[in-house]
């Protein structure tokens, strides 16, 4: 059964840094492309970042652009989520979702449980 494993998340002070991962098991990360989504409470869920099979295309929601970054290392099969300047409503619960086709649109085919980010001072 495919896994997915997000680790990384914790409590930070507004303006710090966290870098989130994605571990996978039974499932090659490169299968598919790869997003970080995130669900905060009373919002919407919001897809945060998304990188191609390759790692060459990235894409970011205007929300966290030039603050986050996404990188994969297909050797290790592992996805990360660099995340900086935190501000307050960067908290959230954040899923690393597996999506098969060529892009992060429509239906994740995999998602993790999540790890919770909370930016609080």
């Known amino acids: 059964q495919p896994q997915l494993v997000e680790s990384g998340g914790g409590l930070v002070q507004p303006g710090g840094s966290l870098r989130l991962s994605c571990a996978a098991s039974?499932?090659?990360?490169?299968?598919?492309?790869v997003g970080w989504i995130r669900q905060a409470p009373g919002k919407e869920r919001e897809r945060v970042s998304c990188?191609?099979?390759?790692?060459?295309?990235?894409e970011y929601a205007d929300s966290v652009k030039g603050r986050f970054t996404i990188s994969r290392d297909n050797a290790k099969n592992m996805v990360y989520l660099q995340m900086s300047t935190l501000k307050p409503e960067d908290t959230a619960l954040y899923y690393c979702?597996?999506?098969?086709?060529?892009?992060?649109?429509?239906?994740?085919?995999?998602r993790g449980r999540g790890t919770q980010v909370t930016v609080s001072s």
């Open positions: 979702t597996v999506y098969p086709g060529d892009s992060c649109e429509g239906l994740f085919e995999y």
């Open positions: 039974e499932l090659r990360l490169d299968y598919g492309y």
């Open positions: 990188i191609s099979r390759s790692g060459f295309s990235t």
